[in-house]
């Protein structure tokens, strides 16, 4: 059967749209079964959303912390569509692999393929998509805080009365659990008034976003706030308020964060105001580690939740941070969360 597997893999390589092959893990005797035979785990990381910068981090971080373990990584990439990452689950199961991460994605298209990988004896984590299954953790950044720092910046900055436009879309676990700060915020403060709703994640999401904003602010010249709770969302409103010249006038909160938008907030005269963040790579490393934990036989939690930090642009600006490495060196809470990090989990290289 072993046998069989391992040609199975060689086999079938080519229905994965990306393979990295990690070995070598720092002192793996040292580990518990099954990490203490590098090369012989292998998991798999079956994605919805990979455009952007936040993607291609947490990517990285994937990649870092399964290198560090010693581990064959699967990357299976299905482009925002959700009938493709069902069968890509079905896919990781078909190659055999020890352990899964489903990075995003919809409940109702994901709750049955990764029961069918539980059923099947797979350990599976599940970031910022809730598949409803009480034997997989959810990994998050404790999105209803990341909207609620951003929205308490906005009321801090401009008082408790404003036009607001607010860019979302339901259905994105997410997306959902910001949008709960955001009606908590307005039902806090009545005189926030939500004028205009919008979003879309159409590729390219920026440019997407972009070209609704455009309309929108055409059409509610009244709007001093937007709310675009991730940092595509925000990068397309940008283009559009500076297109409209309206960058003295309306005030951008988002969050995630990235090389790219630390320098459209450091921009003279920019909209992007704050940005509520944790690292992207971190919570990678964090999706990894709780899968590790579950195939030592440990237990990482129900919920594995990753901290975040709220980032102004004149933090920035004071601190002359210009890229995620500067803001990590000025934000040690912001290059590590000391989550799931049992005694044995060797970490990647700082």
């Known amino acids: 059967m072993e046998l069989f597997r391992r040609g199975f893999f060689k086999l079938t390589g080519a229905a994965v749209l990306a393979t990295t092959a990690l070995g070598g893990a720092a002192q793996a005797a ?10 012989e785990v292998q998991i798999a990381l079956v994605r919805y959303l990979s455009t952007g910068d936040f993607f291609q981090a947490y990517l990285g971080g994937v990649e870092a912390q399964a290198k560090a373990l010693g581990v064959d990584l699967r990357v299976l990439d299905s482009r925002q569509d959700a009938a493709l990452q069902a069968d890509m689950v079905d896919q990781a199961i078909a190659l055999g692999v020890d352990g899964i991460i489903i990075q995003h994605g919809l409940t109702e298209s994901m709750q049955e393929a990764a029961q069918r990988a539980v059923d099947a004896g797979i350990k599976v984590v599940a970031f910022d998509v809730n598949v409803e299954n009480p034997a997989i953790p959810q990994i998050e ?19 408790d009365s404003w036009n607001a436009a607010y860019v ?6 997410p997306l959902d659990r910001r949008d709960q ?59 559009a308020v500076d297109e409209a010249g309206l960058s003295s006038d309306i005030k951008i909160y988002s969050a995630d964060v990235s090389t ?61 941070i210009t890229n995620m490495e500067t803001l990590s060196a000025q934000m040690p809470q912001f290059a590590h969360a000391d989550v799931a990090t049992p005694d044995w989990m060797p970490l990647p290289p700082r």
Do not use: C, H
């Open 168 to 173: 979302y879309v339901p259905g994105i676990a």
């Open 30 to 39: 040292d580990m518990p079964a099954p990490f203490d035979n590098p090369g």
């Open 181 to 239: 700060a955001w009606q908590d915020i307005r039902a806090e403060y009545s005189g926030i008034q939500e004028v205009a709703q919008f979003g879309t994640l159409d590729n390219p999401i920026a440019n997407s976003n972009a070209n609704q904003a455009r309309s929108v602010l055409q059409a509610n010249p009244d709007i001093s706030v937007i709310f675009a709770p991730y940092d595509e969302f925000a990068k397309g409103v940008k283009i």
């Open 260 to 320: 790219a938008d630390i320098s459209a907030m450091r921009e003279p005269d920019s909209a992007w105001a704050a940005t509520v963040a944790t690292n992207p790579a971190v919570v990678g490393e964090v999706s990894v580690r709780a899968l590790a934990m579950m195939l030592a036989g440990e237990d990482p939690g129900a919920s594995v939740i990753v901290p975040p930090t709220l980032i102004t642009q004149d933090f920035l600006n004071e601190k002359d």
């Open 141 to 159: 950044q404790s999105d209803y805080l990341l909207g609620k720092l951003a929205l308490e910046q906005a009321v801090k900055d401009n008082g």
